[in-house]
């Protein structure tokens, strides 16, 4: 199995264009993804993934890009547009796409836009007669339409889409396995991401993606690959390359390993990943066990100090922490409900470089409304702690031992660490117990720029993530 990330000839889109113009653009876009579908479909590749806006652009209203749609229609239909494009009217990039994967014998998965036809018989229906949807289509390898489904939590700026009213949880069977699928923002939810894992048990997760990276806790490759493995799922993400938009990051990860990734800030070109994954993982031997995120944190008496707390911002978030002081010692850090152990022995302690062990238990508020949990050893950005939070780079002192764990409510933590670089640390530097210990197994030094137990506690969630309380109008 395979995917990409892409960066073609994508942009700020404020004027209308024509249907003409807007399909040129699109083609050029899809010439960059045909290079890496018959690339991937030649090394034996069964599935490519491509990412969320990599076909039109983004920056849009409802207006600009209109010319960029098309009517999708649902996989019952039975519908290969490589042999009938006119059946539903004018398709060319669903044609196009559908040749694609049937002219390779590939599943080809790509994000475009879906528009539907409403009227005033509908209270919903926006003024200017339609909905307009972000949406993922699957085509098998014999370019049949398979899957459309239309992202439920748009991101804040995505002013050109509609909200779908009723979630849709939208998976396929294959020759290789049970697949899902939803969009970018999606994966901060319980509907879709959770409920095509645990309902409806996947074995993968398609996962197009336009994700600009926040550090210290929201970089792709690292949010990503913790995700597939708390979820125990194989998630293959597709993220735009846009280095002027801190956008890059894709991967292929297990549940129990990240198979590839690529992250490059110094590059505009694209990169093709292939790897193998079990197609049925659950069944596995190696399938990791379910972990209980607080049974070890609240076995453990809080580890007391005489310093004292302070505040610190992540992403609009205000965590309470404690600095670091020493080489080597046992911390607790609490927020409300939440209380944060760690465990650690660092080397080369740097006198220039400050850590902190932080704790937040809230609703984060900020583009988008969700409930969050979070245990973090992070490297502040300077000496001055007024900067722990702040994004940061690289670290010169190592850790040798860490224990991280906290008291979450709940059953969906990711567990992250970053290293110098933003680069990951590899499996057999760290593990993951059943007590829900997130520790080091290894001795070797490592430069650690960020550990996390990232929790989701989605019984506290707002209906929806992308909408925040209704303005009265």
């Not at 901060?188 to 645990?198: I, L, N, Q, R, Y």
Request: proline residues 7%.
């Amino acid at each position: 199995m395979c995917r990409m990330n892409n960066f073609g000839h994508c942009g700020r889109t404020e004027t209308p264009v024509s249907k003409e113009e807007a399909l040129l653009l699109m083609n050029k876009n899809i010439d960059v993804l045909e290079n890496a579908v018959k690339l991937a479909a030649r090394q034996g590749a069964h599935i490519i993934v491509t990412p969320e806006d990599g076909i039109y652009g983004w920056v849009f209203t409802r207006e600009t890009i209109y010319p960029y749609l098309e009517d999708i229609p649902d996989p019952e239909v039975n519908w290969i547009p490589c042999t009938d494009p006119q059946r539903f009217g004018h398709t060319p990039v669903q044609e196009r796409l559908s040749c694609l994967a049937k002219h390779n014998s590939i599943y080809v998965v790509a994000n475009i836009g879906d528009k539907k036809p409403c009227n005033a018989s509908d209270p919903q229906c926006p003024p200017d007669g339609r909905y307009q949807y972000n949406t993922d289509v699957v085509f098998d390898s014999e370019g049949r339409l398979v899957a459309r489904y239309h992202k439920y939590n748009l991101f804040a700026p995505e002013i050109q889409f509609d909200f779908p009213k009723d979630s849709e949880s939208v998976t396929f069977e294959t020759p290789f396995g049970k697949f899902g699928i939803f969009t970018c923002f999606d994966i901060f939810s319980h509907t879709p991401a959770v409920v095509v894992v645990d309902e409806f048990q996947v074995d993968s997760v398609l996962y197009p993606v336009a994700w600009y990276n926040t550090l210290p806790l929201l970089s792709a490759v690292p949010f990503h690959s913790a995700w597939a493995r708390a979820m125990r799922v194989n998630l293959l993400a597709a993220n735009t390359h846009n280095t002027s938009m801190h956008m890059t990051g894709s991967g292929i990860y297990a549940p129990e390993a990240v198979k590839v990734y690529h992250y490059d800030m110094e590059t505009e070109s694209g990169q093709l990943m292939l790897s193998k994954l079990k197609s049925r993982p659950r069944s596995e031997p190696t399938y990791p066990a379910a972990v209980d995120w607080s049974a070890y944190a609240r076995s453990v008496k809080p580890f007391l100090s005489e310093q004292s707390n302070f505040p610190g911002m992540i992403y609009f978030d205000e965590l309470t922490f404690i600095e670091l002081k020493r080489n080597t010692g046992n911390y607790t850090v609490c927020q409300k409900d939440l209380c944060c152990h760690l465990t650690y022995k660092m080397s080369e302690k740097r006198t220039d470089e400050v850590y902190a062990l932080g704790a937040f238990d809230g609703l984060h508020t900020v583009e988008g409304q969700y409930y969050l949990q979070i245990c973090t050893l992070l490297k502040c950005q300077i000496s001055d702690l007024r900067t722990c939070g702040e994004p940061v780079g690289s670290a010169f002192t190592k850790l040798e031992e860490f224990s991280l764990s906290g008291t979450f409510a709940t059953r969906y933590v990711f567990p992250q660490i970053i290293l110098s670089g933003s680069q990951l640390a590899p499996e057999r530097h760290y593990e993951v117990l059943r007590d829900g210990r997130l520790r080091s197994r290894s001795r070797t030094p490592l430069p650690v720029l960020v550990l996390a137990l990232y929790g989701r506690v989605f019984d506290k969630d707002p209906p929806r993530l992308g909408q925040g309380p209704r303005r009265l109008e």
